[in-house]
Each structure stands twice: as structure tokens, then as C-alpha cells.
């Protein structure tokens, strides 16, 4: 008897692709075969983190190309950065033979995209398709509150270089949405999604509720079932030990003890599933596409001072502010 097992192959080799890589030891029936990313030395050291691991054989390809040609890689998992989202999928598909400046962007784009997925996720009948939710209209504000504040300036060219300059381009840290939606029954539902990127905690903090008419439910992921305390004189030094993002190294902090909490070991395992039986995932580009309508709308909604009907929103023009740097 043979075993079909999935190959995949990053492209990227930052932060996402180690969480992937780590949540692989859960995930059964495929090995992590190759990393591409632009920094060699970097690709090395997170195929050595796969072969360290266990979860496959994983080697550093010289291109994007050489590994989707490689015939022990049968999918790409697309790590890289969301500027270089356009360019990797054109070189992926010219080497599959079927075939810029910065994307732009802050807290409402890189944040929001998950609760707005989260939100559809959860007001998605089962059994129904997401698509049963027509979303009708969109209401948003966004703002820079902290990081072109002139310290935070100098601290992001210290961390990133003088291309990320928010005295000249700042980007929104804080967002908040109303989408409105109508069911198959054409009941509204309403989701309301706000993000920060200016909140100091002790680490990760995404919270959730769902009201229904005889219903709720919440998520705090700082409600973790294990925490630690370090004292004033307990001499820590700062990282992301505990958790990610974490802000805190003194007082009581939460202690994420499987950070496969975020959904990464269900997220790897339903994708190798459908890739194996040849299924249609239930997480498609085309769900990205209707998120990116729905954060589009949302820019335009904050730009414009006013709801958006997504009927009649003549997005194909619009590029928000922020990505034309203005
Ligand atoms: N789902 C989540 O919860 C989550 C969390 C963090 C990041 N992300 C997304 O993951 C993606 C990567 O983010 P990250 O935090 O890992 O960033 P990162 O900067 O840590 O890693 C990016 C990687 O891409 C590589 N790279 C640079 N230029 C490239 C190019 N032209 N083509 C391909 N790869 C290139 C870099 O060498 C690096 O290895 C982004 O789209 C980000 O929004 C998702």
C-alpha cells in the first residue's frame, strides 16, 4: 500500500513560515520539502528548523522557480511579504507554464483581514457557503495615533531603515468597521471589527463575541489557562518567549502554551487534505478577493467620511491613500 503525502514548499522564510513550520509536527500525510526566499542564509536556517523538526526533508531552492518546478514539491504555501504578493504569484504561475513599490497599507489591511474572515466564518450558516452572506454596506474610520508620533518615527527607521517613515508616510494604526450584511433569509447581521496596532499588553490580544438572538459566545486569548509572575529584580530580557507580541517581561503575563491556538495545525491539515483529494478547500482565493473588496470598501468609507454601499462602489479605480503614499 502507498501513502500519498503532500510536498510544500515556502515562499518566504520570516516569522509566518517558522509558525507553519512548527505547527506541521500536527499535521499528517505531508513534509515540508523546500524554502525559497530572496535571503539565502535566512531560507537555510528555516529549512534547518524543518529537518530540526521532523517534518520533512526541507532543503533552500536558489528560486521561486526551481522549487514550484521541483518534482517533490507539489504545493507552495505564499509566506512572503503582501507587497511581493503580485510578483511571487506571476512567477509561480509562469513557472508552472501558465503564464511592486510597496503594497501600503497599516492596521486596517493587515489586521482586519482576519476579522473580517471571522467574522463571515461566523455568521455563515453551517453547511451553507460563504457566499450566502451578501454584504450591503460598509462604514469605517481610521487614524494614526502612535507610531508617527516623532519618537515612534525614529524607533521604526531604527528597526526597519529610513524606507519605513512615517513622518512622511504614515500608515492607520487604529481601525474600525461596520460591515452590514443580509443572510439567505434576508435577515441583517452586523459585524463590528476594530484593530490597533498601538495596544501595549502583556501579548497577543484578540477578542471575539458573537451575539444571536438566543446566543453568545466569546474568545479572549489573553484568557490563557496558565500565566507566570516575574518580580522587579527577576532580571528578564525582552523577547516573545511567553507569547507573540508580547510587550511585557515583569508582573503576571499570559503563557500561550500551544501558540497552534491561532488555528495554524486545523489551517495546514484541512489545506493538505484538499490538496490530497483534490477538494476545493473551504478557504479559497476567492474568500481573499472578498475580504480585499470588503477592506477596500472600508479605506474608501474612512477616505470618503460616509457609508459605502458595495453595490455601485467602483473599486477597480480606487487605491487608498495610504498606498499612494499620500
Ligand atoms: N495569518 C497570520 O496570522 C499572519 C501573521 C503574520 C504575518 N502574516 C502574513 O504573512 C506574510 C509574511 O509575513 P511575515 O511576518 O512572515 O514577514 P517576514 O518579514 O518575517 O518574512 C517575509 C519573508 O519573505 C521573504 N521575501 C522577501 N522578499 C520576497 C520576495 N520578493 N518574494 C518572496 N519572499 C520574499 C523574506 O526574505 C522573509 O523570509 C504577510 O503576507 C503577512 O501579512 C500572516
Redesign the pocket.
Known amino acids: 500500500m502507498t501513502t500519498k503525502r503532500l510536498g510544500i514548499g515556502f ?7 517558522r ?1 507553519h513550520i512548527a505547527s506541521f509536527i500536527a499535521v499528517r500525510d505531508a513534509d515540508i520539502r523546500g524554502i ?4 539565502a542564509g ?2 537555510a536556517e ?1 529549512a534547518a528548523l524543518g529537518n530540526a523538526r521532523g517534518v520533512g526533508e526541507a532543503k533552500a531552492f536558489p528560486s ?1 522557480e526551481a522549487m514550484v518546478k521541483d518534482p517533490s514539491i507539489d504545493a507552495i504555501w505564499i ?4 507587497h ?2 503580485v ?2 504569484m506571476k512567477a509561480i504561475l509562469e513557472a508552472l507554464g501558465n503564464g511592486g513599490e510597496l503594497q501600503g497599507g497599516g492596521v486596517l489591511n ?1 489586521m482586519m483581514c ?1 476579522s473580517i474572515e471571522a467574522a463571515r466564518y461566523l455568521l455563515t450558516e453551517p453547511g451553507k457557503l460563504r457566499e450566502s452572506l451578501k454584504a450591503k454596506k460598509v462604514s469605517a474610520q481610521i487614524a494614526c495615533m502612535k507610531w508617527q508620533r516623532p519618537a515612534y518615527v525614529e524607533k521604526l527607521k531604527a528597526a526597519y531603515g529610513s524606507d519605513v517613515d512615517y513622518s512622511t508616510k504614515p500608515s492607520e494604526d487604529f481601525a474600525r468597521a461596520i460591515v452590514e450584511y443580509e443572510d439567505g433569509n434576508g435577515e441583517p447581521l452586523i459585524v463590528e471589527a476594530t484593530t490597533s496596532w498601538s495596544y501595549v499588553g502583556a501579548g497577543l490580544r484578540l477578542s471575539m463575541g458573537l451575539l444571536g438572538p438566543e446566543y453568545s459566545m466569546k474568545v479572549n486569548t489573553l484568557d490563557t489557562e496558565l500565566s507566570l509572575f516575574f518580580s522587579h529584580d527577576s532580571g528578564q530580557s525582552s523577547g516573545e518567549d511567553l507569547v507573540e507580541k508580547q510587550n511585557a517581561e515583569l508582573g503576571l503575563m499570559p503563557v500561550v502554551t500551544d501558540e497552534g491556538a ?1 488555528g495554524y495545525v486545523d489551517e495546514n491539515r484541512h489545506m493538505v487534505q484538499s490538496f490530497l483529494k483534490n477538494l476545493r478547500p473551504e478557504e479559497t482565493f476567492d474568500d481573499g478577493v472578498a475580504v480585499t473588496e470588503l477592506l477596500m470598501t472600508a479605506y474608501k468609507s474612512a477616505e470618503i467620511d460616509a457609508a459605502v454601499e458595495l453595490e455601485g462602489a467602483s473599486l477597480d479605480e480606487f487605491v487608498p491613500a495610504v498606498a499612494r503614499g499620500v
Open positions: 515562499n518566504g522564510s520570516g516569522f509566518i513560515t509558525f525559497w526566499s530572496p535571503n535566512r531560507a528555516a521561486i509566506c512572503g511579504p503582501n511581493e504578493r510578483a511571487n493587515d482576519h491561532y
